[in-house]
Every structure is written in C-alpha cells, then in structure tokens.
C-alpha cells in the first residue's frame, strides 16, 4: 500500500528552472495549453466508454438478450457506481499525481469495454441470467473507474489556470462531455451498424485506448513539478511565492463539505442529470418506438444535442468572465427554463425532422450551459483551489445518484407500460416524460433558491 500511495502522491516540487520572466511564461503557458488539451481530450474519450452502452439498447433488446428493466439496472450499476466513486475519488484527487490517476481510471474503463465486447460475442452459448450478472458487474466496475476522470482533469485546471480565466476554461473543459457524446453516438454508432452491438464495446475500448496515450504524454501534475512557481504566483494573483498561503486540503475539504450552499447545488445538479440522461439514455430508443424512426437517423438526431452542448459549455464559461464578472447564477436559471421546454418540445411534438432536430438543439446548448455551471463550476467557485475535487465529488455523487435512480425508475416505467405485437416490443412513454420534465423544472427552481438566498446574505457567489 505504501508503495502505491507514493505512485500516485502529488509530484514533489522540481527544482526552478534558471531562465528569465519571459521565458518562463512561454514556458508555462505552453504546458496549461497541453494540460488543458490532454485533460479535455481524454475526458471526452472516457465519456466514450461509458456512453457505448446507449447506443447499443434497441439492438440488444432486438437480439432478446436482455429487456428494458435489465438494461435499466445495469444502467444503474455505472451510475451508482459512478456516483460513490466522483465522491471518494474527488477527494482523493486533491491529493494525487492527477496523470497517473486519470490515466489508470481509462486503462480500467476501456478494459471493461473490452470484456463486455467479447462476453457479447460468445452470449449465443451463455445463458442470459449470466449475461445479465456479468454486464453489470463490468458497467459497475466501469462506473467507478469513470469517476476517475473529471476530478483530476478539473484538478488540473484549477492548478494551471488563473481564477479570472476558470470560467472560461472550464467552459471549454465542459465540451469534452459533449464531444464524447458525440463521438460515440457517431463512432460507436457507425461500429454498431455495420459489425452489430457486439463490436461497439470492442470500439469504445479502442478509443479509450487512445485516450490513455494523450494524457500520458500530455497532461501535467502541477507547475511547481515542472520547475515552476504555483499557479498564483505565475498569474499575478501573488506577488511572490512567500504570499502564498498553503491552507491544508484537509481543512479546505472540511469547509466545502459543511457549504450548505454546495448541497443545495448538488441536488440541483441531480435533477438536471435526470433529464440529461433522460436523452442520452433513452431517446435513441425513444425515436425508434414512438416516432419511427430507423437506428441510424436517431442516433444522428441524439448526437445533435452533444454537438450543439460543446457551443453552449465554450459560450456560457467565456460569457460569465467577460460579462458577468464571473457570476453564473441568472445564466444558469435561464438555461434551465429552456431545457425544459426543449424537452417538452422533443417528447411531445410529432415525427418530423426539423422539430425534432430543432429541439435537440435547443436541450444541447441548455444542457451544456448547465453540466458547465450547476454540474461543477458553481461548486469549484466557492472553494478554495485545495478542495476543488472535494467539491466536485460532492456535486458528482448527487448528480449520478439522480442519473442512476432515473434509468431504474425509467426501465420500470416503460417495462410497465409495454405491448409485444408480433414479437416486436413497443413501450409507452407518457408517464416517463412526465418524470424526466418534472425534474428539469425543480433543477432550475434549486439554482433560483441558492442564489436568492446567497444575494439576502451578501454572499453572492462568483
């Protein structure tokens, strides 16, 4: 255990590198563009592996290998497991060589991929009891090692960025969940639809693969491991390294988990991932059954909203710095209004492509807005650089608890509400759609109470 824990313990300080001012910024502006890159691509990748599965649902009720309520509980194993794991693993990460640790999460990632690719290609001669118990404990196993991905790339943000340009980073960092939506809605689609369900995992592991080679070559502990001083001093927050102050992560930690601010947060985020996964879940599916549509078109359409968040994730971070003084709370409120009613727009109006595609577009760039600030930005504002992690394991654990209760009372539902004609299974969505909007609603109502309630106490949030 010793040995492990010195693997993964925060690099110690380089010594400083001899070179003048303007040599070190280039220097340290060229090593955050590649921390912010690596952490950004490879984040997205990670999102590939643990996106396949949805993609995959009609084809694998189709086969008869498994029903809705099964896929629905596996489903859940991921975010469930996700879940306790971005809590635990945020607070570890504070502590950590965010590399090593974002890059041995991946490795773990694309290997259950793996697994359950072949464990699919030999499931004519398994029994589907077993095949059911084996895919959810390889989607359990990849929930926790996907909550090793966020808080370090975020991390390394924190550690590499200057506060007056976090908003705006991290709008960008926020994309990569959207771009690896996309990619493997697209990539994993494509796999899907000319090799069959089997070999999406065996392409999602593939990319994962990839993943793990850019943030081994390209992501960065810390400045002061590369020979440089910290962050504030090298932003001009302080003026030199003894006007540091180095509060303890303990303490840093401690003061995050006692914010009732951060809790509120944290349930806001929960209702939002509900409808979030809401979509990604189910909507491929949803567009097969209900409005007709063949594998190919409404993954296509799905894809439309991953797209179309990486604008609303690069536009609100960048938006809140230079216009709202780092204030995300009246954005945020505003971009929950519209999810709403672009989820409404999706689930009840008719099959034609325009208005679908139109309300995708709109629930992508609301969507990407809020994963960027009530899924994490607001949080990371009101703590110290220290507990970053902390924060986000906090608003992680919320967010993938509401996701993971969302795919098992969604399965139900429409396991509930289901016809076979012909052997072919049509479910009926109306109560469903009722609880994916419903959450949405309250999202945007709990971000409306933590602000009016931080600007009664003078405490309006950056």
Aim: include cysteine; charged fraction near 15%.
């Amino acid at each position: 255990m010793n040995r492990i824990s010195r693997f993964y313990r925060i690099s110690a300080p380089a010594p400083a590198r001899e070179m003048d001012e303007a040599a070190r910024d280039k220097y340290y502006r060229r090593l955050r563009m590649q921390a912010f890159i690596a952490a950004t691509l490879g984040y997205s990748l990670y999102y590939v592996c643990r996106t396949s599965l949805n993609v995959m649902k009609k084809p694998i009720l189709d086969s008869g290998s498994l029903d809705a309520s099964q896929l629905g509980v596996i489903g859940s194993a991921l975010l469930f497991a996700y879940a306790i794991g971005k809590f635990v693993n945020g607070f570890i990460a504070d502590y950590c060589n965010i590399k090593r640790f974002m890059a041995t999460g991946l490795i773990v990632s694309a290997a259950a991929n793996m697994l359950m690719g072949v464990l699919g290609l030999m499931h004519s001669v398994i029994p589907t009891a077993v095949i059911f118990i084996a895919f959810a404990v390889m989607w359990g196993l990849n929930g926790w090692s996907q909550s090793m991905g966020a808080a370090p790339a975020i991390i390394a943000l924190s550690r590499w960025y200057p506060l007056k340009k976090r908003g705006t980073y991290y709008g960008f960092f926020s994309a990569s969940h959207n771009l690896g939506e996309a990619i493997s809605f697209v990539f994993v689609g494509l796999v899907v639809g000319l090799a069959g369900w089997k070999w999406g995992f065996v392409g999602s592991a593939i990319a994962g693969a990839m993943g793990v080679a850019v943030i081994l070559l390209f992501l960065h502990d810390t400045p002061e491991s590369k020979g440089l001083p910290p962050v504030e001093v090298l932003s001009g927050e302080a003026g030199d390294e003894t006007e540091v102050e180095r509060e303890s992560v303990g303490t840093a930690q401690k003061a995050a988990f006692g914010n009732p601010y951060i809790w509120i947060l944290a349930l806001a985020s929960a209702c939002m991932y509900v409808s979030r996964y809401a979509i990604n879940g189910w909507g491929v599916i949803f567009l097969q059954e209900v409005k007709g549509f063949p594998l190919a078109t409404a993954t296509q359409v799905i894809s439309v909203n991953a797209f179309l968040g990486i604008a609303g994730t690069v536009f609100s971070g960048w938006m809140s710095d230079k216009w709202f003084n780092g204030s995300r709370y009246s954005i945020a409120v505003t971009f929950g209004v519209l999810c709403s009613v672009s989820l409404g727009l999706f689930l009840y109006s008719g099959s034609g492509m325009f208005v679908n595609i139109l309300a995708m577009v709109l629930f992508g760039i609301a969507i990407g807005v809020l994963i960027c600030f009530v899924g994490g930005l607001m949080a990371v504002d009101l703590v110290p650089r220290r507990a970053s992690g902390a924060a986000l394991g906090i608003i992680g654990i919320a967010s993938y608890v509401g996701a993971g209760i969302q795919d098992i009372i969604s399965g139900a539902l429409l396991d509930k509400h289901k016809t076979v004609v012909d052997g072919i299974t049509t479910h009926d969505y109306s109560v469903a759609s009722v609880f994916w909007i419903a959450a949405s609603v309250l999202s945007f109502l709990l971000v409306g109470v933590v602000w009016r309630k931080a600007s009664k106490n003078n405490r309006q949030p950056n």
